[in-house]
């Protein structure tokens, strides 16, 4: 597992839509349970989603589900989240995450993106 690079931020309308990519490098990376959080100013960094190694599994927060997707592609080392019908709330610095652990959470994170900005302007 290499570095963690998120991209695909940026700034949109309320309802609007915007997919993020978390691209890696390393032989081992489509072992990894991925994921991702967010970190709004003065809030603490809170699960978003996560996606096992095969991509069968997904896990959304409950203020995203039905709204946000996440999918990989392993022969790219990349995992994406689809965010649809965004709201202002969702504006936040969203960072990617792996870990080997059979859960992901904030906790079990073994690594980190250096995050991307997205904010919703109402």
């Known amino acids: 597992q290499g570095q963690l690079v998120e991209s695909g931020g940026g700034v949109v309308q309320a309802g609007g839509s915007l997919r993020l990519s978390c691209a890696t490098a390393g032989r081992t990376a489509s072992n990894y349970r991925r994921g991702w959080f967010r970190q709004a100013p003065g809030k603490e960094r809170e699960f978003v989603a996560s996606?096992?190694?095969?991509?069968?599994?997904?896990l959304f927060a409950a203020s995203v589900k039905g709204r946000f997707t996440v999918s990989r592609d392993n022969t790219k080392n990349t995992v994406y989240l689809q965010m649809n019908d965004l709201q202002p709330e969702d504006t936040a610095v969203y960072y990617c995450?792996?870990?080997?652990?059979?859960?992901?959470?904030?906790?079990?994170?073994?690594?980190w993106g250096q995050g991307t900005q997205v904010t919703v302007s109402s």
């Open positions: 995450a792996a870990t080997l652990r059979p859960i992901l959470v904030r906790t079990t994170a073994d690594y």
């Open positions: 996606i096992n190694s095969s991509g069968g599994s997904t």
